[in-house]
């Protein structure tokens, strides 16, 4: 079976510095796909981040960006010049190519500094 | 931008009621799941509907669990007989492919008391 598992409940950054989040992920699966979800307190989830396992290079988005170590089975996302706003739980995903289903990690609640 | 709508926001239940819980998924997306978060715990999955039928399922959508598209926009989540144990955030998402890009809803908070 898949698991996602984030080692780090909770991480704090001053803002505007550079913060990073870790997952690490169990498949034997070949084709896969890896997400980073935020949760801030309205409970809502929202898609932060996507990279695909066949793809070598690291997905970016703004602010956002993922370190995937395939080999290593590692994917962490770095959040730079961190804004109160980024304070929120987030969530490592995982799902195999031919599955239905996302799994999650525990998360990491991520807070701000001023 | 299109969303993935879920009503109620809030639903407060006895133990032992049915409730149905209403999403309104993205116009075009072929693919519909429910999850769920008990709080302080991670999201987990219950159950996937494609081409009208449940295409898979977790070991927590028992018999007391069930889906439905009654019409072609609406995607429901009726359970039968409410426990304890069902408290918990219910997420709505969907998909035009596959899981590979899901988009979620905004959640139900589920409470039963």
């Known amino acids: 079976a898949q698991t996602v598992t984030q080692s780090q409940p909770e991480m704090s950054v001053q803002e505007a510095e550079t913060v990073t989040l870790s997952c690490t992920y169990d498949?034997?699966?070949?084709?896969?796909?890896l997400f980073w979800y935020k949760q801030p307190p309205s409970r809502q989830m929202i898609l932060v981040i996507r990279?695909?396992?066949?793809?070598?290079q690291n997905a970016t988005e703004n602010r956002f960006s993922v370190n995937f170590q395939k080999a290593a089975k590692s994917f962490s996302l770095k959040i730079s010049d961190s804004q109160l706003g980024d304070a929120a739980m987030y969530f490592c995903?995982?799902?195999?190519?031919?599955?239905?289903?996302?799994?999650f990690g525990s998360g990491t609640q991520l807070t701000v500094l001023p | 931008e299109p969303e993935v709508t879920q009503t109620p926001s809030h639903q407060v239940t006895q133990m032992g009621q049915e409730v149905i819980l209403r999403c309104v998924p993205i116009s075009n997306h072929l693919y519909f799941y429910w999850y769920r978060q008990i709080l302080g715990q991670k999201v987990e999955f219950l159950v996937s509907?494609?081409?009208?039928?449940?295409?898979?399922k977790s070991e927590i959508f028992d018999d007391q669990f069930s889906v439905e598209r009654p019409d072609g926009s609406n995607f429901t989540l009726k359970i039968r007989s409410t426990k304890l144990e069902d408290s918990a955030m219910y997420f709505c998402?969907?998909?035009?492919?596959?899981?590979?890009?899901?988009?979620f809803g905004s959640g139900t908070q589920l409470s039963v008391l």
């Open positions: 509907f494609y081409n009208n039928e449940i295409s898979e």
């Open positions: 995903a995982y799902i195999s190519g031919s599955a239905r289903q996302l799994t």
């Open positions: 990279q695909e396992a066949y793809k070598q």
């Open positions: 498949t034997s699966e070949s084709d896969y796909y």
């Open positions: 998402a969907s998909s035009y492919r596959g899981a590979e890009k899901l988009f």
